[in-house]
C-alpha cells in the first residue's frame, strides 16, 4: 500500500500496489481471453466492456486522491452498454448494432430531438451509449451552417444574451425555464427535511424531481433550437 497525502487537507489515501500492471498489453489480452471463453456474442462487446470498466475506475481513483471518493469500489448502478464504432451502421433512420455474427438488432432514431445531417454516414458517428430508455449517439461532421454567423453567449437568470459582430445582440427569454426550477425548489424544500427519516417524503421528493426535469427539459429544447436556428458555431460563458 502506497500512503499518499491530499493536497490542501489533513486526510491521507491508500493507493494498492498489484503484482501485475493492468495497463500493459499483455495483461490486457489475457484479461480480454479469459472473458472471450465461452462468450457467445461478438468480441467487440468485450473490448467495449473492458475499455469502460477502465474509463470508470480512473475517474474514480482521480477523484479518490483528491478526496471527492471513498475507498469503496465504484460500481455501475443504470443499466448501460456502449458500442464500438465497428458494431454499427446506420441505414436510414435506423441504426444497426451487430450483436453476433449474421445476428443484429435495429434502432429506431426517427424519434430524435434535432434531425442528423444528410451528409453524415457510419463513419461519422462516435459510439453510442444504450440504455433501457434511449440511445446517447454523438455524430462527427464539418461545420456546415449555411453562413450562419459564430454567436458568444453568456447565460443569465432570466436571459440568454448572444453577441456576433455580423448579427449585433441577440436575447432569449430564459423565464419560462428559471420559473420552473425557482417554483420547483419550493416544494422540494418543504419535502427535503423529511425525505432522510421517510419513505413516503422520499417518494415524493423524487416525484417533485422528475417533474421538474420533465419541464425543464421541455424549455431546454426549444432554447437549444433557437440557438441552432440563428447561430453556426456556438460559444458559451
Known sequence: MEKRKIPGKKQWRLLPKYKVDMHSKEYRRRLRDSLLVDWPYAAHWVDSAIKTAYSILKSWR??????????????????????KQTLIKLEGEKLRVTVKRAEYVYLDLSARYFKLPSEVSSAGLGEPVITPEKVHLPVHYEDTQSGKP??????????????????????????????VHISSFEKRRSVQRKASKSKKARKVLSKYSNRERNRAR???LEIARVI??????VGLE
Open 62 to 83: 482521480k477523484n479518490y486522491v483528491k478526496g471527492d471518493r471513498r475507498r469503496r469500489r465504484p460500481t455501475a448502478r443504470r443499466l448501460f452498454v456502449r458500442a
Open 228 to 233: 441552432q436556428s440563428v447561430a453556426g458555431v
Open 150 to 179: 459564430a454567436v458568444a453567449w453568456d447565460f443569465n437568470l432570466l436571459s440568454l444574451d448572444g453577441y456576433s459582430p455580423e448579427t449585433g445582440w441577440v436575447r432569449i427569454d430564459t423565464k419560462k425555464l428559471a420559473s
Open 218 to 220: 421541455k424549455h431546454q
